[in-house]
């Protein structure tokens, strides 16, 4: 949910030289219930909501490795485009296969 670049006793999963800080509640990974929610949480740790460069790849990283929940990424989008917040940079249209849910 969070990436940023990885510090002292602070596990991080690794994909495609990027690093991505996944929450946990107790055994299970946290599931914020809003995007500002989850944004407000990395922003606490000094983090910010993750903008992958690869989303497909990452996507399919977590299914195959039992990581089904949802989760919240850096950006925002509508019924056109989905653009990461930091740059405005459009990721993919809105109705990418990517957006599905598995």
């Not at 990436?3 to 946290?30: L, M, Q, R």
């Not at 929610?37 to 606490?44: L, M, R």
């Not at 996507?59 to 195959?64: L, N, P």
């Not at 056109?80 to 917040?85: D, I, K, S, T, Y």
């Amino acid at each position: 949910e969070c990436s940023n670049k990885t510090e002292p006793g602070v596990t991080f999963i690794e994909f495609g030289g990027e690093y991505f800080y996944v929450h946990y509640k107790g055994d299970t990974i946290a599931s914020w219930d809003s995007w500002y929610k989850a944004k407000e949480i990395c922003e606490k740790e000094n983090m910010v909501l993750a903008e992958p460069q690869d989303v497909i790849g990452l996507r399919q990283y977590m299914i195959a490795n039992n990581m089904t929940s949802h989760y919240w990424l850096g950006g925002r989008g509508n019924n056109v485009a989905f653009a990461w917040v930091s740059s405005g940079d459009v990721v993919y249209p809105a109705t990418h296969a990517v957006w599905q849910t598995s």
